[in-house]
């Protein structure tokens, strides 16, 4: 996988994952900006949060994608410039998902206090046992934004995702609104490189 794909690979699974969490926890309205780095790949995005919705704006090798998921519908939308446009994929709730914020074998640790970007956290080690395999993820709270993880990991430290510069409040509606025209995919990765068809 070259370095675009892998960055939008791990984008979409921190989407996916904020969703499964937003899902079972009230997650908080903010603006902040995202910094996701995997192994060599390193992108920052502009995230929108509603508390409801978020929207992520980037570039990636001087293309503009914008991101939009539903928690409550469990939906992504994913807007690109011509040929491929708007793709729509539902993102439904997996418990086996490491950062999900429940399911079975949902276990949460409190290791401590730490200071990330300024803001006082409190870090925990979360791990999901399914099927006898075990999931780890570790996130720094801040106490100051409403229990915002502004930094999150897995145990492997396969990626690093972080928030920096969070303003509480709500953001423009108009930011989560989504065109009408898109198309809908099975598999969103697939469908960047496939024709689209209508729904």
């Known amino acids: 996988m070259n370095v675009s794909r892998r960055l939008l ?5 921190v989407v996916a994952a904020s969703s499964a969490r937003a899902a079972a926890l009230e997650m908080p309205a903010f603006t902040a900006d995202q910094e996701i780095t995997a192994g060599e790949a390193k992108t920052t995005s502009k995230v929108y949060s509603s508390g409801k919705r978020m929207r992520l704006e980037q570039n990636l090798q001087g293309n503009k994608m914008t991101s939009i998921a539903d928690y409550t ?3 992504m939308w994913v807007l ?3 040929p491929v446009g708007c793709i729509e994929q539902k993102v439904p709730f997996d418990p086996k998902d490491p950062s999900a914020a429940s399911g079975p074998g949902y276990e949460e640790e409190k290791l401590g206090a730490e200071t ?9 080690k979360v791990t999901t046992v399914i099927d006898g395999k075990t999931y780890v993820t570790y996130q720094w ?3 100051d934004l409403k229990g915002l993880p502004v930094k999150v990991t897995d145990d492997a ?3 690093e995702a972080v928030y920096k510069n969070v303003v509480l409040g709500n953001p423009d509606p108009k930011l989560f609104e989504v065109p009408k025209d898109c198309k809908s995919f099975g598999n969103l990765m697939q ?8 729904q």
């Open 191 to 198: 469908g960047m490189g496939a024709p689209p068809t209508n």
């Open 116 to 124: 990330i970007d300024g803001h006082p956290t409190e870090k925990y």
């Open 73 to 75: 519908q469990q939906k």
């Open 80 to 82: 690109m410039p011509p």
């Open 9 to 13: 690979a791990v984008t979409f699974a």
């Open 157 to 159: 430290n396969s990626y």
């Open 141 to 143: 709270r801040a106490t």
